[in-house]
């Protein structure tokens, strides 16, 4: 019988959740990696036992996980377990926690600099891996979104890092500045249907295309509007917070934005507003139901400076219309007295005939709805504050 | 033999119970590093590269310290040659993160 695997990143470690095709009754696993943050961790569409994690630390930096059955058992790529810990000339491995951006080629000074908050020049400096996204057909092939803003491949299980370092020669690449949470790539989004086409999306200088499997870039941002971007035509500059498509139609892209709900009917040229009648447009996710392309979640959240649901109702939204028209969705999730949030990386869908809605919070619970969203009941509810939520559909 | 203990979370990554003890290249006038005694540890454990010093700039990562004889060796020069007890394995050369909430 097929199932699911929710892969959950927290404050404090990564869970794995596994359930049969009814899910009601979960195992979970965990703490994998105990006290270190877990950014994100995905499988590879092509294997599903290949799974990446990012751990991450302020005090010891980045770690790349690699799982190659299913999260039992994981490994650093860069040193796994049996292999010799030093290449034959003596150099010690360990390269998979190397993120080492681009220099010039001729002064091997930084590429550039990007607007600091007072905007002055500063230099890039990386922090952390935000989101990893497995190549569609290579297990060996995966992306890492970072902070601050680049984005890095490997082609080699995640052993060695290269920065893909057209997306910051783009020349408004010195003109990004980061939002609150940092300057973070958080979303990349592949084409299934052109290997050549990547989405990506920065806090807070908006959205991007590659259409050369990216080599060169250019913004995506036309029609986003935002409050303090006097500029209606500012090519940058926009706390784009999520992105999502369905791989039945990767010209149309759904976007939260720091506010407003977005849509684009052209792979991002241009974008209108679909907020509709939600409560408030402010929010972290966004989903598409893995059947119906015009089936889109969010939850709104009650502002930039409350981050909570409106009234103490943890509501999500979906639409049946590719947005403009929202049904709040509340069986099963707290009515009252709920003031948790839902990080952008914080939300998935399974692909099994009934589709199935899994979102995480920040006060520690995992809810899943097997019925595209009608009725909803945790997994968990007390785990550290949730970073990140997957799922993999398991033949 | 140089003594070299680690913070609970690097003793899981790097896979080691208690201290750990390195044989270490000395420098020319036979003393031992900060430098020297973090080259050998990675060398021994590459899954530590990064988490102390930075992968590229090779400077001590902000909320690492180092403590040695009682002595917070944080800000010293990292060819700075490391007390004498250090050396001879009497002491260990403490890697400690900051303390902080959370």
């Known amino acids: ?8 990143g927290t404050r404090k470690g990564a869970f794995v959740m596994t359930s049969d095709g009814k899910r009601k009754k979960w195992d979970i696993s965990g703490p994998h990696f105990a006290g270190w943050e877990i950014y ?19 005090w010891f930096g980045q770690i790349i996980q690699r799982s190659d059955d299913g999260g039992k058992t994981w490994h650093q790529p860069g040193t796994p377990p049996g292999e010799p810990t030093t290449t034959p000339e003596g150099m010690p491995k360990g390269e998979s926690n190397k993120f080492a951006y681009d220099t010039s080629p001729e002064t091997g000074k930084p590429l550039t600099t990007h607007q600091w908050y007072d905007g002055t020049p500063h230099p890039w400096e990386f922090k952390r891996v935000w989101h990893l996204e497995p190549s569609l057909t290579d297990p060996d092939t995966v992306y890492a979104g970072v902070e601050d803003a680049a984005l890095f491949r490997s082609a080699d299980g995640g ?45 807070a200088a908006g959205s991007f295309r590659s259409d050369d499997a990216g080599k060169t870039w250019r913004p995506i941002n036309r029609g986003l509007k935002s ?20 791989r039945s139609r990767p010209g149309v892209l759904f976007m939260q ?20 009648n939600l409560p408030t447009d402010f929010g972290f996710p966004i989903e598409v139901h893995a059947h119906e392309p015009d089936t889109i979640y969010v939850v709104p959240i009650k502002s930039d400076s409350e981050h909570f649901p409106p009234d103490g109702k943890l509501r999500v939204y979906r639409s049946r219309t590719g947005g403009n028209e929202w049904e709040a969705l509340t069986k099963g999730l707290p009515q009252s007295d709920c003031y948790v949030n ?12 009934s589709c199935g809605v899994y979102f995480g919070t920040t006060g ?14 945790p997994i968990v509810r007390d785990l550290p504050a949730v970073v990140s939520v997957e799922v993999q559909t398991l033949p | 033999m140089i003594r070299v203990v680690l913070p609970a979370h690097l003793r899981k990554l790097a896979q080691v119970d208690g201290e750990v003890k390195l044989d270490v290249k000395l420098d020319v006038e036979g003393q031992a590093t900060q430098r020297s005694v973090l080259d050998a540890l990675e060398a021994c454990y590459p899954m530590l590269r990064g988490t102390i010093r930075d992968h590229v700039t090779q400077k001590r990562r ?25 050396a001879t394995g009497a002491e260990p050369f403490m890697v400690v993160g900051a303390m902080a909430g959370g």
């Open chain 1, 364 to 377: 520690g619970q995992v809810y899943a709805s097997a019925d595209a969203g009608n009725n909803w009941a």
């Open chain 2, 62 to 86: 902000a909320f690492v310290r180092f403590f040695a004889c009682s002595q917070d060796l944080s800000n010293e020069p990292p060819d700075a040659p490391l007390p004498d007890a250090v």
């Open chain 1, 1 to 8: 019988m097929s199932g699911v695997r929710v892969l959950v």
């Open chain 1, 227 to 246: 409050e303090g971007i006097p500029d209606p035509n500012a090519e940058v500059g926009h706390c784009v917070h999520r992105i999502a498509m369905h």
């Open chain 1, 342 to 353: 839902v990080l952008r990386d914080a939300m998935a869908v399974d692909s099994l005939d």
């Open chain 1, 257 to 276: 934005k720091h506010w407003d709900v977005m849509r684009s009917d052209d792979g991002g040229e241009s974008w209108r507003e679909i907020s509709g």
């Open chain 1, 159 to 203: 052993r060695t890092w290269q920065e893909l370092s057209g997306l910051r020669r783009h020349a408004s690449g010195c003109s990004w500045q980061p939002g609150a949470g940092g300057m973070c790539l958080h979303t990349i989004l592949l084409d299934p249907s052109d290997p050549n086409r990547i989405f990506i999306a920065i806090s």
């Open chain 1, 40 to 58: 994100h961790m995905k499988g590879s569409p092509a294997n599903p036992n290949r799974l990446y994690a990012s751990q991450t630390s302020s």
